[in-house]
């Protein structure tokens, strides 16, 4: 046998020697007897009582019953409604995200395909300046639009 059924036994013998021991007191002490015996029918009068108070006010604890089971069917309709609606807005919630998004993407490829084409006509509208340059360091430009000054006024 081992230990934990060898204690389980002596358990099992030692509560059964308290339970006998306590019935011997209970039994063999009258005030003990009498007790046991004035609670066990206090018990049985309000068992008696709570009976008779039931079948007397039956039909008022069955419609009351009743009642707070209707209460309660009506917050679960209420309660399953309002999960159907935050169900169905977040369910459009989602759709017109998605639409803003496709949108956004949309109008995001419109800018760059615009941007490129106004790129591109400007590209082509304005030519590019040559930089010539010539001798002295001076562009075509600026040798063409040289006025020197007459002589004998320099200093002025």
Do not use: C, F, W
Not at 68 to 85: G, P, T
Not at 133 to 151: F, K, M, Q, Y
């Amino acid at each position: 046998m081992t230990e934990q059924n060898k204690s389980r036994k002596g358990l099992g013998i030692g509560l059964g020697i308290g339970i006998a021991a306590l019935l011997a007191v209970v039994l063999g002490n009258k005030t003990s007897r009498e007790k046991v015996t004035s609670g066990t029918k206090t018990t049985a009068s309000k068992v008696n009582g709570a009976t008779q108070y039931i079948s007397q006010n039956r039909e008022e604890i069955i419609d009351t019953l009743k009642k707070a089971s209707n209460q309660i069917s009506e917050l679960l309709e209420a309660a399953n409604k309002d999960v159907q609606k935050i169900s169905e807005t977040a369910g459009n919630l989602k759709e017109t995200t998605m639409n803003i998004k496709d949108t956004t993407k949309k109008t995001a490829q419109e800018m760059k395909e615009i941007k490129e084409e106004t790129v591109s006509k400007l590209s082509e509208e304005v030519p590019s300046m040559p930089e010539a340059s010539d001798s002295n360091g001076e562009t075509s430009a600026d040798a063409d639009n040289v006025h020197p000054l007459p002589r004998g006024k320099e200093s002025i």
